[in-house]
């Protein structure tokens, strides 16, 4: 959702934010000084393929918009997405006050992971950075490993782990013909949220009869005799 209502509020990509101290919160962050200075484009990437939550702050700051104005758009742009069971506090995801739904987030991935800005962005294994600082190049590395599995395709992902919620995913995948939304809350770890997803896909893939309705939807009917599903 932070990505989406920077799109909304794009500065201009080259435009250069430098990380303040108010930036910093726990968990996952681009470790780097105070005052680092990052282009629009680049806080972008790292926060959506490394998961950085200071760059996430940044990148919301760099609209113009106040936190409390951008939070505001972020929980008014979830209403009208129909997102009714979900309340944003801040922008990076760490504050467990954050809440939402499986369902709420199918809703959120179709349109974040679908966007044509930043669909490339959440399928890229990994982002190559250069710090104006120190003169040092530094490569921020995505947490899906899906996306170097031989047995699914990931069109795009975003993962999150959190203390109170655990290991959480929304992905959506392929296998050449039909393409799948999977959202999974409370795994154990990342590597148990990417087993799951791929469980999930195959099942659907193997247990459902396809019919196509038109060139955009295909509807889903339980075949006669379904497989157990592994999770």
């Known amino acids: ?13 080259n435009k250069i934010i430098r990380l303040q101290k108010a ?5 996952a962050r681009l470790r780097v000084a105070t005052g680092t200075p990052l282009t629009v484009r680049e806080a972008l990437n790292i926060t959506l393929i490394g998961s950085a939550n200071n760059t996430a702050n940044a990148i919301a700051r760099s609209t113009g918009l106040t936190r409390k104005q951008f939070v505001a758009r972020m929980n008014a742009k979830a209403k009208k997405m129909g997102m009714n069971n979900t309340v944003f506090v801040e922008p990076s995801g760490i504050d467990p006050a954050n809440v939402s739904t499986a369902h709420d987030v199918a809703i959120l991935a179709k349109a974040a992971l ?18 104006r600082n120190t003169k040092q190049h530094h490569t921020i590395k995505n947490t899906d490993t899906l996306l ?4 699914i395709t990931v069109l795009a ?13 929304a992905m959506r995948v392929s ?5 799948l939304s999977i959202v999974v809350f409370g795994a154990q770890t990342l590597g148990n949220v990417f087993s799951i997803v791929e469980h999930a896909a195959q099942w659907t893939w193997e247990a459902f009869q396809w019919k196509p309705q038109s060139a ?5 009917k339980p075949a ?3 497989k157990k599903t592994p999770y």
Request: cysteine-free; charged content about 20%.
């Open 157 to 169: 992902g975003k993962t999150g782990l959190l203390d109170e919620s655990k290991a959480n995913v």
């Open 216 to 220: 955009r939807a295909v509807t889903t």
């Open 224 to 226: 006669a005799r379904q």
């Open 114 to 131: 679908g966007n044509a800005t930043l669909q490339p962005i959440f399928r890229t294994k990994q982002y190559r950075w250069y710090n």
């Open 1 to 13: 959702m932070t990505a989406l209502v920077v799109l909304e509020h794009n500065p201009g990509w």
């Open 175 to 179: 296998n050449g013909k039909h393409p």
């Open 23 to 27: 930036d910093e919160v726990e968990g």
């Open 148 to 151: 170097s599995a031989s047995t």
